[in-house]
């Protein structure tokens, strides 16, 4: 039997304050609300309530912005209109938001070998609507979306910011960057505020600035899946972690991660958990998802051409656990 487990959130709607301590002027302010499906957790020093209040605030919209354009759930999104005219012939103009992002995204498709690739649309609405119906889809049906799919099947013009889309029937997914992407930009909008020490946690997708006030690092505990845990002082990095922990669905005893292989069209088999370390929020969301997709082996390859980014990827395959840590 089929069978789904969802992310368990709490959404907290309305943003809620909690002042814990006082540092040099500067108080520590933590806002969490439910957002792109995961809780969003906002940490941050600030000189006063006010400040922090409407910071956090202005922080949140920026957020809900970019999920109106950019979120798959909703027919009116702007990512799901470009889609609605892939092969079509026409070259779409963008919003600015729209295109870095699916610029980055097609840089990571490109160094990491197709790994990653926000293309896979069809495939994920079509594992969405199996696990939800409870049928494993038929080999034509996962070989029918697979045609639609193809990184190389999108075209971009930085100077017009405009997208090519070169199939009919094809559809963006950025899940697996969206997150680490928000949080950025979030992250950018507290900044305007004066704020330096921050901790933006997007579903698990993390940036950090500058330390909090007489410390050395924000301390960001990292599992490898089960019983192993790691406790770093970490600023000025972004961390994203990927796994089937909660979102993952089961057929005949086996189960298969929400992340899809490219080359196959079905979801992963033998993963634990992958956890990215980068410069870069986005880089460390879509990475994490791309080093899962390729395992041990062939991360090892691709790692060489993201040098400022560590990983820690465990997979388990026959109660066999193999683990690839670069982090210290
Ligand atoms: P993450 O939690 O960041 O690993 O993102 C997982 C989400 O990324 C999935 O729910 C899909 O929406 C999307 N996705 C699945 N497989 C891939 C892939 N191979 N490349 C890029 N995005 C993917
Ligand atoms: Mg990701």
Same mark, same amino acid.
């Given at each position: 039997?089929?069978?789904?487990?969802?992310?368990?959130?709490?959404?907290?709607?309305?943003?809620?304050?909690?002042?814990?301590?006082?540092?040099?002027?500067?108080?520590?302010?933590?806002?969490?609300?439910?957002?792109?499906?995961?809780?969003f957790?906002?940490?941050?020093?600030?000189?006063?309530?006010?400040?922090?209040?409407?910071?956090?605030?202005?922080?949140?919209?920026?957020?809900?912005?970019?999920?109106?354009?950019?979120?798959?759930?909703?027919?009116?999104?702007?990512?799901?209109?470009?889609?609605?005219?892939?092969?079509?012939?026409?070259?779409?103009?963008?919003?600015?938001?729209?295109?870095?992002?699916?610029?980055?995204?097609?840089?990571?498709?490109v160094?990491?070998?197709?790994?990653?690739?926000?293309?896979?649309?069809?495939?994920?609405?079509?594992?969405?609507?199996?696990?939800?119906?409870?049928?494993?889809?038929?080999?034509?049906?996962?070989?029918?979306?697979?045609?639609?799919? !193809?990184?190389?099947?999108?075209?971009?013009?930085?100077?017009?910011?405009? %997208?090519?889309?070169?199939?009919?029937?094809?559809?963006?997914?950025?899940? !697996?960057?969206?997150?680490?992407?928000a949080?950025?930009?979030?992250?950018?909008?507290?900044?305007?505020?004066?704020?330096?020490?921050?901790?933006?946690?997007? !579903?698990?997708?993390?940036?950090?600035?500058?330390?909090?006030?007489?410390?050395?690092?924000?301390?960001?505990?990292?599992?490898?899946?089960?019983?192993?845990?790691?406790?770093?002082?970490?600023?000025n990095?972004?961390?994203?972690?990927?796994?089937?922990?909660?979102?993952?669905?089961?057929?005949?005893?086996?189960?298969?991660?929400?992340?899809?292989?490219?080359?196959?069209?079905?979801g992963?088999?033998?993963?634990?958990?992958?956890? %990215?370390?980068?410069?870069?929020?986005?880089?460390?969301?879509?990475?994490?998802?791309?080093?899962?997709v390729?395992?041990?082996?062939?991360?090892?390859?691709?790692?060489?051409?993201?040098?400022?980014?560590?990983?820690?990827?465990?997979?388990?395959?026959?109660?066999?656990?193999?683990?690839?840590?670069?982090?210290?």
């Amino acid at each position: 039997m089929f069978s789904k487990r969802i992310v368990k959130c709490v959404f907290i709607w309305g943003l809620s304050a909690v002042t814990s301590f006082t540092y040099a002027q500067e108080s520590r302010y933590s806002f969490e609300k439910g957002m792109m499906g995961s809780p969003f957790k906002l940490v941050f020093y600030a000189k006063n309530d006010s400040v922090a209040n409407i910071a956090a605030q202005s922080a949140f919209k920026r957020i809900e912005k970019l999920n109106e354009l950019l979120s798959d759930y909703r027919d009116g999104s702007e990512i799901n209109m470009l889609s609605a005219q892939s092969g079509s012939g026409k070259w779409v103009p963008v919003s600015d938001d729209l295109f870095n992002i699916l610029a980055i995204s097609q840089d990571i498709s490109v160094k990491t070998d197709g790994a990653f690739d926000a293309t896979l649309g069809p495939v994920v609405q079509m594992w969405r609507h199996a696990t939800r119906k409870g049928i494993f889809p038929k080999e034509s049906e996962i070989k029918e979306a697979m045609s639609k799919t !193809g990184y190389t099947k999108m075209k971009l013009d930085p100077k017009s910011k405009k %997208v090519f889309l070169s199939q009919k029937g094809m559809r963006l997914d950025i899940g !697996g960057l969206g997150k680490g992407f928000a949080a950025e930009e979030a992250v950018k909008v507290l900044q305007t505020f004066g704020i330096k020490s921050i901790m933006m946690d997007a !579903g698990g997708k993390i940036v950090l600035t500058s330390p909090p006030p007489g410390t050395e690092g924000w301390n960001i505990t990292i599992s490898n899946g089960s019983d192993s845990l790691k406790t770093m002082a970490l600023s000025n990095v972004s961390l994203a972690t990927s796994g089937p922990t909660y979102r993952f669905m089961e057929y005949n005893g086996t189960r298969y991660s929400h992340i899809v292989d490219p080359k196959t069209g079905i979801g992963l088999l033998f993963h634990v958990r992958t956890t %990215v370390i980068s410069p870069d929020g986005t880089v460390a969301d879509a990475l994490a998802t791309a080093f899962s997709v390729a395992g041990i082996v062939k991360s090892k390859k691709i790692i060489a051409r993201f040098p400022a980014s560590k990983v820690w990827l465990v997979e388990k395959q026959d109660e066999r656990v193999a683990e690839w840590n670069t982090l210290e």
